[in-house]
């Protein structure tokens, strides 16, 4: 058993010193062999995929057969971008939930022919529409780590969730929120990737207040709140004595959550519903006269019959140790300066700017995300490009005369009639597209059928979706298995069957 | 001078236009606050000394070394005693810098000042250009040449940017959340790359309490803010011209930090920007009150103003010989073998330290005789003070000529004003403020001002009190002179903030305590962050700001305000202006004042002595004859109407039960009197259709009259109908 431990903390000292070089490198292979072995990895961190299920905002791109988990990004789902990334940190042990049992068993099926040999992935159904702390809470038995890693299951990004782990447990934290800088195509073309609601807002998103040396996350204002003055609490601004107020920063729904803070705080506040909006600001507002850290000592001992938790004392030690190496946290110092008090970190990660992070929760990020994944993010794309910065399928069929152009992609078995004309977009599976047909900037899933003449520009046609001859879309949405009539002309439209 | 250097090597045009604006600086010679009282009824407070110098030789001294070429010294209180020093002192000769000083009666602030300045300017063009603002209590050894040059190229490239406030860095304690000068906690947002000023907000409270609020354009417009706590305002200004004459255009502005710089950053009318300039090592801070008095003494001892010290010679003091342990003394101190002087004292010229004194962490004037055995700790005896044996001081302020008979006893905090006999064996209660003047009884107003006392001739006034006081007798012993100043009210718990004794323990604690009980009151009335939170916070947010006390305290006033209308018979339109402003200032709807006018009607009522439910009823129906027409003013809308009509139930069920019989028939005068309309009564009997049996009662009791009204208005109906056809 102290083998054990030992071997444990030794492992983390290792992850924790680093990690951030590693990151520096940016190599996803390299991290592999430095990283812990899987079974401490367990005992460290569980993941919480939160995939959602068929979201309104994405209507009508999802459906029954594909919900959002599910929506292809350059022909893969969107989730399996996730769990590549969290495999490239070694973390396999995931619970990925979902919402609705439809949906549930949909994802499910396609984890278990997708990775089941390389991950651990258990699949577990919520109620609909519970909102992210009430999935939490309704899987709540499931989780027994110290500490819980939850992960948006619509993130495209490059950033290593391993690291936000490292950064939680250097600090002790009770929450660590990921940030990074606002998406590189700005505001204005990709509307509401901040918060969970679907309306534009103005140029930010959220509002972060950190302290002097960029670790802990001081304020946070999401959603609505951004709209309303900034207040801020005098108290916690006392003892950091300085703070430093961003809005070009995201919280990208990464986070890590002490296991029993997080629980602590479900039970004791029934009507949270959203980690980002509820949960994290509320962990934030009270880090200073922490309840929810009285309350962990008590849970901690109860639960001391598992090993993990005698190496909490190892913890707080070796966190000093590491993160205030030359200053107490101002934690520490108001702790010091008003004895009774408790206290909780809120430490932040902020990602490299250079990193990519994107969350596909609007129509409009579902274009961005795929245009950036087969053009400037292209690393993140798992495929090899051809000279012409473009990938198409060997067993795809090009007609006489026909281009497709850099940063476009077209999936197995496609055809593609004469005198066609493709940029920037993304053409599933065994399409059938006729000839002197034009596809700008545009997703077309896998089946799709497309008639001559067609030209399709900023638009979405989803999978076994028809396009009779001499049609033409511009920032339209068609519906999986829908048919459009031949000649029309339409622009901003949403084809769906009511 | 730096900057002259400078200037010079660069291109010929600029060095020339620089050359020509010479550095100035405006000195405030008066701090247009209290805090120094009763000191500064008979000094100006930049004359008192600071370690045996006076304070404004500190600032004038830095202001040359600087590079500071022109002084203008605003004087106002006691403008004669500055004037005079001035003249006498070294800097009427001065090679370096030209001291002009200013003097006017009728500025009652630092705005006040300045338009007085700019005024005056027009005919003399004193000021040229950028200017250094600063008061002359400040002490400071921080170059301005490099900061003034960064003012002006700053200027050049953004017209707009008008000032440049220096700022240090000082934390404030984390319990009394004031600096260590003593002054209140400070926040203050500035843009990180440009440094420019964003937000100024100097904490009135006393503890940490709320929040800080920023605009929300703020955030719009910049990326990224920060958001200071740890900062001291040094009230070092360079300012250009344009300061001056916004001033001018404000005549509303008044204090530099609460009028000008919010005005500028809220209103920003003209778009102006201030921006802020941190220094690092060098030193400044300013003497606002008791407390920074204590800390800028310790400072100087510690040579944190070097070389403002008290053994180098600067602005004509004399300096004093520098030994080990900090102490300061001069050469030609008395000083008896068995007294202890002790670390970081200073000892002035011509004092005299008789047998068994201990004097520790103290600062003595010159020419003073101390008795034997005394015990002097962490005080300021200023020049010839006469202490008599076995006296015991400790954090006190002594000033010129004050006696302290033997065996007298100053408690931490007292301030003795000048010439103020302590009598044998007496005890100065702490935080005492003892002054041969009387307290001005009256005070002012809040920025209360120093020179309404000072312009009519202290001098007079002083030797007619003295004399006074000696037929009097005195409230410091038999044998003692002064009075003790009574705090006024409000400031009492302020005492020990701005006092030169440190905080006492217990003070402390009880902060401590105070502020748990405040952070388990705050977490509930936090804003709940999503929308889904509202009934939660509402179950919870039973807070002081509840808006039902508020109308609580509404129904109150206007209660009050209906009585006093019956009781002076005061017409109705008088009432209805009076009824109105209280609706503004408590921000009510006129449904509200209307069920608050209806309650205080019934409740007169009742309140009137009756003894049958007849005469209530008659008294009733006769008040609301009489005051229908200032309920009428409030009951135009049906809403409204409706309003009165649950009030009136309201009242029936719990206050005045009395009237429960006489509801249908009351409700019926109401009808004859205009005051509800038919539409009204109807829809509070359908709203009330619906609810509980015992909620019903009334409507029960006006079934008739509501069947009454339904036929009336159907007939009505019919009529009409005949009518169209």
């Known amino acids: 058993m102290i083998s054990e431990r030992l071997y444990t903390f030794a492992d983390f000292v290792c992850k924790t010193l680093f990690e951030p070089l590693i990151n520096l490198i940016d190599d996803k292979k390299k991290k592999k062999p430095l990283f812990l072995s899987p079974s401490n990895s367990e005992m460290d961190f569980q993941v919480v995929i939160l995939a959602g299920g068929f979201s309104s905002n994405l209507a009508p791109l999802v459906s029954k057969e594909v919900p959002k988990a599910l929506l292809p990004v350059a022909n893969r789902p969107v989730l399996s971008y996730v769990l590549d990334l969290l495999e490239s940190s070694n973390l396999k042990d995931l619970i990925v939930v979902v919402e609705g049992e439809d949906a549930a068993l949909t994802v499910g099926g396609w984890i278990s022919s997708a990775c089941v040999d390389r991950l651990h992935v258990e699949v577990a159904a919520v109620a609909e529409n519970v909102g992210t702390a009430g999935a939490l809470k309704a899987i709540a038995h499931h989780l027994t780590a110290k500490d819980i890693l939850i992960v948006s299951g619509d993130i495209v990004s490059d950033i290593s969730p391993g690291a936000v782990a490292a950064t939680h447990t250097r600090h002790d934290a009770a929450v660590t929120a990921m940030l990074c800088a606002e998406p590189v195509s700005g505001p204005a073309e990709s509307g509401g990737a901040g918060g969970k609601d679907k309306i534009k807002k103005p140029a930010c998103y959220d509002i972060i207040g950190l302290d002097s040396s960029k670790q802990f996350l001081l304020y946070i204002a999401t959603g609505v709140e951004v709209k309303r003055d900034t207040r801020l609490k005098k108290s916690i601004l006392c003892a950091a004595g300085k703070m430093e107020i961003r809005s070009d920063l995201v919280d990208s729904h990464i986070y890590a959550f002490k296991r029993s803070v997080l629980q602590e705080v479900l039970e004791q506040k029934p009507t949270f519903r959203c980690l980002k909006q509820d949960v994290l600001p509320y962990l934030v507002r009270t880090q200073l006269r922490s309840d929810v850290f009285s309350d962990e000592k008590a849970v901690e001992e109860n639960g001391s019959g598992h090993g993990k938790n005698n190496m909490q004392n190892n913890d707080g030690v070796s966190s000093q140790i590491l993160s205030n190496a030359f200053l107490p946290s101002f934690h520490k110092v108001y702790e010091s300066g008003l004895d009774i008090r408790k206290t909780h970190k809120c430490c932040v990660y902020i990602a490299d700017e250079s990193k990519y992070c994107v969350r596909l929760n609007s129509i409009q990020a579902f274009m961005d995300v795929n245009r950036d994944v087969i053009g400037d993010a292209n690393h993140l794309s798992g495929y090899s490009f051809s000279a012409h910065h473009n990938i198409v399928h060997p067993s795809a069929e090009l007609g006489s005369k026909t281009t497709v152009g850099p940063h476009c992609m077209l999936g197995e078995g496609s055809q593609v009639g004469d005198k066609c004309n493709v940029k920037r977009s993304v053409i599933g599976r065994h399409c059938r597209i006729g000839s002197n047909v034009k596809v700008v900037n545009s997703v077309v899933m896998d089946h799709a059928t497309i008639g001559d003449g067609c030209s399709i520009q900023g638009s979405v046609i989803c999978s076994n979706a028809q396009l009779q001859e001499r049609v033409a879309l511009r920032d339209c949405q068609v519906e999986a298995g829908y048919v459009v009539f031949a000649g029309g002309e339409h622009k901003g439209e949403t084809f769906a069957r009511k | ?725």
């Open chain 2, 1 to 725: 001078m730096g900057a002259q250097k400078k200037g010079g090597a660069r291109v010929s045009d600029d060095s020339e236009e620089q050359s020509r604006q010479r550095l100035q600086a405006i000195l405030l010679a008066d701090s247009f606050t209290t805090k120094f009282r009763p000191v500064t009824l008979e000094r100006p407070k930049v004359l008192l000394p600071l370690v045996n110098v006076p304070m404004i030789d500190y600032t004038l001294a830095w202001l040359e070394s600087a590079g500071i070429e022109e002084v203008f010294v605003f004087c106002c209180a006691h403008s004669t005693q500055i004037i005079d020093y001035l003249e006498t002192s070294e800097w009427r000769t001065h090679p370096n810098l030209v001291v002009r000083t200013i003097e006017s009666h009728k500025s009652i602030s630092a705005g006040d000042a300045l338009r007085y300045i700019y005024e005056q300017q027009t005919e003399t063009s004193q000021i040229q250009g950028d200017f250094v603002l600063v008061s002359g209590d400040t002490v400071s050894n921080m170059p301005l040449a490099d900061l003034i040059q960064e003012h002006r190229e700053r200027k050049k490239r953004d017209e707009k940017a008008i000032m440049t406030m220096v700022i240090k860095k000082s934390k404030p304690s984390l319990i009394t959340h004031q600096s260590r000068l003593g002054t209140d906690q400070l926040f203050i947002a500035v843009d990180p790359l440009t440094k420019q000023l964003l937000h100024y907000e100097e904490d009135k409270v006393d503890h940490a309490r709320g929040s800080v609020c920023l605009d929300k354009s703020l955030m719009e417009s910049n990326p990224s803010v920060l958001l200071y706590n740890d900062m001291q305002d040094c009230y070092i200004d360079i300012c250009s011209p344009e300061v001056l004459s916004l001033f001018e255009d404000n005549f509303d502005y008044q204090h530099l930090r609460r009028h000008f710089v919010k005005g500028v950053l809220v209103d920003d009318i003209m778009g102006y920007k201030i921006f802020t300039h941190e220094i690092g090592s060098s030193y400044a801070a300013r003497v606002d009150n008791f407390r920074s008095y204590d800390t800028v003494s310790k400072d100087i001892i510690q040579r944190w103003t070097y070389p403002y010290v008290p053994d180098i010679n600067f602005g004509g003091n004399r300096p004093v010989k520098l030994g080990r342990q900090g102490i300061y003394r001069a050469c030609d101190v008395v000083q008896s073998r068995s007294a202890v002087v002790g670390a970081s004292t200073v000892v002035g010229y011509g004092t005299k330290i008789g047998n068994g004194d201990r004097i520790l962490n103290s600062v003595i004037g010159n020419g003073c005789s101390i008795g034997s055995n005394v015990v002097i700790e962490g005080s300021y005896i200023w020049n010839n003070v006469t202490i008599e044996d076995g006296c015991e001081i400790r954090n006190a302020i002594v000033c010129d000529g004050v006696r302290i008979r033997a065996g007298a006893v100053l408690e931490p905090g007292v301030v003795l004003s000048f010439k103020v006999v302590v009598g044998r064996d007496f005890v100065v209660p702490a935080y005492s403020k003892v002054s041969l003047l009387q307290q001005p009884m009256k005070e002012d107003s809040d920025e209360e001002l120093e020179y309404a006392d000072s312009s009519s001739g202290t001098a007079d006034r002083l030797s007619g009190l003295s004399l006074e006081m000696e037929s009097k007798g005195s409230e410091l012993g038999p044998d003692g002179a002064g009075y003790i100043w009574e705090v006024c009210e409000g400031a009492h718990d302020e005492e020990w903030k701005h006092s030169v004794a440190p905080i006492p323990e217990d003070k402390l604690a009880e902060i401590t305590q105070a502020m748990d009980d405040y952070d388990d009151m705050e977490d509930e009335s936090v804003v709940p962050t999503s929308g889904e939170l509202k009934s939660d916070a509402d179950s919870i947010n039973t807070d002081v700001n509840d808006p039902c006390d508020d109308y609580g305290y509404f129904e109150k006033e206007v209660e009050g305000t209906f009585l006093r209308a019956v009781e002076e018979g005061i017409k109705v339109e008088l009432g209805v202006l009076e009824i109105n402003s209280l609706r503004l200032s408590y921000n009510m709807e006129s449904a509200d004042c209307a069920g608050a006018i209806f309650y205080s009607m019934m409740k007169l009522a009742v309140d009137t002595p009756h003894s049958s439910a007849s005469e209530l009823y008659k008294t009733a129906s006769s008040i609301i004859a009489k005051w229908k027409g200032l309920l009428g003013f409030y009951v135009k809308q049906t809403d409204e109407q409706i309003e009165v009509i649950m009030k009136f139930e309201e009242m029936c069920q719990e206050t005045a039960k009395e009237l429960g019989p006489l509801f249908a028939q009351i409700l019926h005068v109401l009808y004859e009197k205009d005051v509800v309309q038919e539409d009204a009564i109807m829809r509070w009997a359908e709203e009330k259709a619906g609810a509980d049996e015992a909620d019903k009662v009334y409507l029960q009791q006006c079934e008739t009259f509501i069947q009454w009204l339904k036929e009336a208005s159907e007939e009505e109906d019919e009529d009409d109908d005949e009518e169209e056809d």
